[in-house]
C-alpha cells in the first residue's frame, strides 16, 4: 500500500470524499442537501443505492433533534423490508492492533470480488481525540476511493439512546442501500465488544503477539465472543512469534465448551499491511454463513438481536427520560446531599425518586 501524498478524505462542510467520489459535483451535492428531507424520498433513493440519501438519512438517525426523530423512524421502518441480506462483521482489538488497516485490506478484497461494502465505526474515544478519526479517514484511502464502498465514522458519544443503538439502525439503511458487508469496527474497551457483538453475524478479534495484549489472552471474556481470532502483523520478523501465539490460542480455544452455532472459532495470523491472511479470513466468514445457514442458526441469532435491542433501548430510553428530567435532578442532587450527611440510605433514596411523578 502506498502512502497518499495529501490526505485523499477531506470533508468539504460535511461531505465526506466517499460521497464526493461516488456522486455529483459539489454544488450540486449541497443544493441536494438543502431541500427538505423527506421520508419518501429518501427511502426511494436509498433503495437506488444513493450514498448522498444513505448518508443525509444516517445524518437523521443520528441527530439529538427531536423534530428529527418521527422522520428517522419511519426511515428506518420503511427500509426494514430491504434490509437483512448482508453479512454482518463486527472486527475489535485494542487500539493500535491494525482495525483499520485491516478493514481497508479487507474491504479492498472483497470490493475485489464484486461486493458493496460499508464500514462504520464505533469509537468512544472520537469526542475527546479527534485524531483518531482523521487516522481511520486516512489509513482507509484506498478503500475510501471506492465507489462500492461507503465509510462512516461514529457520532459523538453524547447522543441519545447510544451511539450503538445509531449503529444498528445505521446498519439497518445500509443493508436497504444494497451493501452486502457490513463492517464494525469497535476499539476494543468498555462495553463496546458485547454491544457489537450483539448486532454482528460474525465477530473477529485482532490481536498481537509478543506484547501486553497475549496476556489478555487469558481474559476469557471477549476471546468467548469470538468467531475469529487474527494475530496481526504477522509480518518480518513478528511473523515467527505470531505463528506461536496462534498455536498457543487454538489449542486454548479447542478446550472451550462447543457453541450454540455449532461453529468451531478459528485462529490465524494475518499481515493488514502487507495484504497477507486477507482472503482466507473472508473464506472464514464464507464457512461460517454456511454452516449456520444449514442450522438456522444464523436467522435465530438475528432474531435474538432484535430481541435484545428492543430491551435494551427501553432500558436506554427510561434512564435517559428519568435522568434529563430538571424535578428529578434537583431532588437527586437533595437526595445526594442527604447521603453525605448520612441521613438516608441509598435505597430510601432510589425508592423515593423513583416514585416521583414526571
Ligand atoms: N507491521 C505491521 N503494521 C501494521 C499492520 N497493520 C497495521 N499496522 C500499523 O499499526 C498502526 C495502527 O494501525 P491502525 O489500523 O490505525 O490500528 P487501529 O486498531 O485501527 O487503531 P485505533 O483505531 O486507534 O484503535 C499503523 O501504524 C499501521 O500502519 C500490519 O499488519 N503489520
Ligand atoms: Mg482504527
Known sequence: MTTPKKPLITQTKGISQTEITNTASIPELKAKRKQQPDAHNLVASILNKDITALSRAITLIESNNQKHYA?????????????????????????GVGKSTFIEAFGCHLISKNKRVAVLT?????????????????RMAELAKQKNAFIRPSPSGNTLGGVAQKTKESIILCEAAGFDVIIIETVGVGQNETAVHNMVDFFLLLKLAGTGDDLQSIKRGVIELADAIAINKADGEHNKQATLYKNSLAKALSLYPEKLSGWKPKVTTCSALNNEGIESIWNMVEDYKNVTTANNYFHLKRQEQNK??????????LKANFFSNQHIKKE???QLKLIEANKTTPFAAANYLLSLKY
Open 332 to 334: 437527586l442532587e437533595k
Open 71 to 95: 422522520l428517522a423512524n419511519t426511515i428506518v421502518k420503511q427500509c426494514l423490508s430491504h434490509a437483512n441480506k448482508s453479512v454482518r462483521i463486527g472486527i475489535t482489538g485494542i487500539p
Open 308 to 317: 435484545f435491542w428492543l430491551i435494551d433501548t427501553i432500558e436506554t430510553r
Open 122 to 138: 464505533i469509537d468512544p474515544t472520537s469526542t475527546l481525540n479527534k485524531g483518531s478519526i482523521l487516522g481511520d479517514k486516512t
